[in-house]
């Protein structure tokens, strides 16, 4: 399966945690760019977090200090830890690899839910 597959998501109250999975299939995992974006209802989707194939982390500034995003080469996979979550972060969650060649692929998203 060429697209990303995204799992761990669910229902959590303000101030809980929640670690989303992300498997994407390939021999050539370890140069794929990884990242996580999201898109709550009636807005843009944005990015969230990513990781290079080096292992360099970026943020946006509303996740910076509560996620975490990390990559395990050996398991294909790359992970979210969410933090303190907040019912702002309520949306859906999407993984993203990026080729060396500049392809994108998407999944198909996992949905988050933070109540108050």
């Known amino acids: 399966q060429v697209q990303p597959v995204e799992s761990g998501g669910g229902s959590v109250q303000a101030g809980g945690s929640l670690r989303l999975s992300c498997t994407a299939s390939?021999?050539?995992?370890?140069?794929?760019?990884m990242a996580w974006y999201r898109q709550a209802p009636g807005k843009e989707r944005e990015l969230v977090a990513l990781?290079?194939?080096?292992?360099?982390?970026n943020y946006a500034d509303s996740v910076k200090g509560r996620f975490t995003i990390s990559r395990d080469n050996a398991k294909n996979s790359v992970y979210l830890q969410m933090n303190s979550l907040k019912p702002e972060d309520t949306a859906v969650y999407y993984c993203r690899k990026t080729l060396l060649s500049g392809i994108h692929y998407w999944g198909q998203g996992t949905q988050v839910t933070v109540s108050s």
């Open positions: 390939g021999s050539t995992f370890s140069t794929y760019m």
């Open positions: 990781i290079t194939r080096s292992g360099s982390t």
